[in-house]
Every structure is written in C-alpha cells, then in structure tokens.
C-alpha cells in the first residue's frame, strides 16, 4: 500500500492507497466538479460546494448501484434460464435417445413382419393355387366320373329294361299256362343277373356318394387353411400398420 498526497480547493490530504492513479483521478474529477459548481454560484462557500457535489456524487453512486443490482439480478436471472436451458437440453437429449431407441425397435418390427407378410403372401398364393389346382382336378374328375356314371346308368337302364322285358314275359306265361315256360336254370340266371345289376347299382351309388365326400372333406380342409392363412396374413398387416402408425405419431 503507498502513501499519497492529494489537492482539493487548497486542502491537502495523505492517503494510503493500492492504486494510487485512481485515487489521483478521483481527486482531479471532485476538483472539476467543484470549480463547475463555483464558477456557477461564485456566492456559495466551500462547504456548500463540497456539499453539492457530495450530493451529486452520492446520487450518481446510488444511480450505479441500483443500475449494478439490477444488472446482477438479471445476470441471476440469465444464470436460471442457462441452467434450466441445460436441463431441458439434457431432457431433450434423452427423450431423444429413447426415441431413436424406439424407432430402431419399431424399423426392425416393421422389417420383420414385412418378411412375414411377405411369406404370408407367398404362402397365400401357392394355397390359392393349388386350391384353384384342386378344384379343377375335381371338377374333371367328377366329370368324367358322372360321365361314365351317366353311360353305365343307361347300360344298367337297358339292362333292366330286358330283364323286366324277361319278367314280364315270365309273369305272362305263368298267367296263361299257370306254370313257369322258364327252366330252373333260366330262374337262377335270371335270379343271379338281377341280384348282380342290384350289386352293381349299390357299388356305383356308394362310389359316387364316397368320391363326392372325399372331394368336399378336400376342399373344405383346403378351405380351412386358406381362412387361417388369410386371417394370419390380416393380422400380419394389421399389427405392421399399427406400428408404422406408432411411429410416426411418435416422431
């Protein structure tokens, strides 16, 4: 610390000081303050003047101080507004990388099942087409079949036909002689292709009624499948959109 000495309006004064320039500059702006002041009012004494610009200073210290308290609740203030930026910034980075998490899982749902939809569509087609293969194999082979249904039933028809012919002709005999002009062996031929067209009517009908099952068991089972199989590939799309949805809500 250094010891000076200062002038004002004839006055001298020693001070210790850190920063004896400041002090010297003080000293010379109180001085120009109170030559200004006296110049203007030569008729006020030199305690009046130092009075004044006593005043006048304390007023410019308050001025500076309230500007200065003012300043720091404002850099208070700044220092909030940094610390909660910093905070929501942190937020922020992280909502942000659960969102990237989020999505990440999402893309690689969204990939997954778009493979699955895809299987699902292939698998839906090669269904359709074979079943599509199935029914035209049964169309054809119930076509021919009833063809050769419809052609062995006119041959069964002719067939009977002559043995009712045979009958008749049987039943017209014993009427006129009371008696069978039939052999026993005629009577058991006769017997035996009737109970062998009966056989073979039976069989057909019982083929027929057998193949017709068969083929509606097959189609109904084909069925099933193509119904799970567009119920899964439904599903499949429904839970892919929902997620494609989710995440653009998100976003």
């Known amino acids: 610390m250094e010891k000076i000495k200062i002038t004002v309006s004839g006055h001298s004064f ?20 109170m030559d200004k ?29 309230k500007k200065l ?63 599509s293969k199935v029914d035209f194999e049964a169309e054809t082979r119930l076509s021919n079949e009833n063809r050769r249904l419809v052609e062995k ?18 039943k017209s005999n014993q009427n006129r002689s009371g008696e069978n002009s039939f052999s026993e062996a005629e009577k058991r031929e006769l017997l035996t292709r009737i109970e062998q067209l009966s056989s073979t009517v039976s069989a057909y009908e019982k083929t027929f009624d057998e193949y017709a099952n068969q083929r509606n068991a097959e189609v109904d089972d ?3 499948k ?10 499949l799309s429904d839970r892919m959109n929902e997620i494609i949805g989710d995440g653009q809500m998100t976003l």
Do not use: F, H
């Not at 039933?153 to 049987?170: G, S, V």
């Not at 193509?226 to 599903?235: A, G, H, I, P, V």
């Open 153 to 170: 039933i006119k041959e069964l028809e002719q067939k009977n036909a002559r043995m009712e012919d045979a009958w008749n002709k049987l």
């Open 69 to 131: 308290s003012e300043a720091q609740s404002m850099i208070t203030y700044t220092q909030k507004l940094e610390e909660q930026s910093k905070q929501l910034c942190e937020q922020a980075k992280q909502r942000v990388e659960e969102l990237q998490g989020e999505l990440s899982k999402a893309a690689s749902e969204v990939s997954s099942l778009k493979i699955s939809l895809s299987e699902s569509q292939t698998e839906l087609s090669a269904l359709k087409s074979e079943l």
């Open 37 to 65: 002041l006296s110049d203007k009012a030569p008729s006020m004494s030199l305690t009046d003047v130092a009075i004044m610009v006593a005043l006048d200073l304390a007023d410019e210290n308050y001025s500076s101080s």
């Open 14 to 33: 020693y001070l210790k000081t850190d920063d004896p320039k400041k002090l010297s500059e003080i000293s010379e702006m109180l001085q120009r303050k």
């Open 222 to 224: 084909l069925n099933e």
């Open 226 to 235: 193509l119904n799970t199989l567009r119920k899964k590939y439904s599903d």
